[in-house]
């Protein structure tokens, strides 16, 4: 199977991409941390790294 490219993107390259779609859809920067913490585990200071 082919390496997908969204396999070869950093998790800091599409965090931005995240929060700008949650606000043009009237969501907060807020609400996609929680759901990026519940969805990997991750702790508020790594989503903020």
């Known amino acids: 199977?082919?390496?997908h490219r969204?396999?070869?993107i950093s998790f800091a390259r599409?965090?931005?991409l995240?929060?700008?779609k949650a606000e043009k859809k009237?969501?907060?920067k807020m609400e996609v941390d929680?759901?990026?913490r519940?969805?990997?585990g991750y702790t508020q200071i790594r989503v903020s790294l």
Do not use: F, K, S
């Open 1 to 3: 199977m082919p390496n």
């Open 14 to 16: 599409v965090y931005p």
């Open 34 to 36: 929680e759901i990026i």
């Open 6 to 8: 969204i396999y070869t």
């Open 26 to 28: 009237g969501r907060t």
């Open 38 to 40: 519940w969805l990997t």
């Open 18 to 20: 995240y929060v700008a």
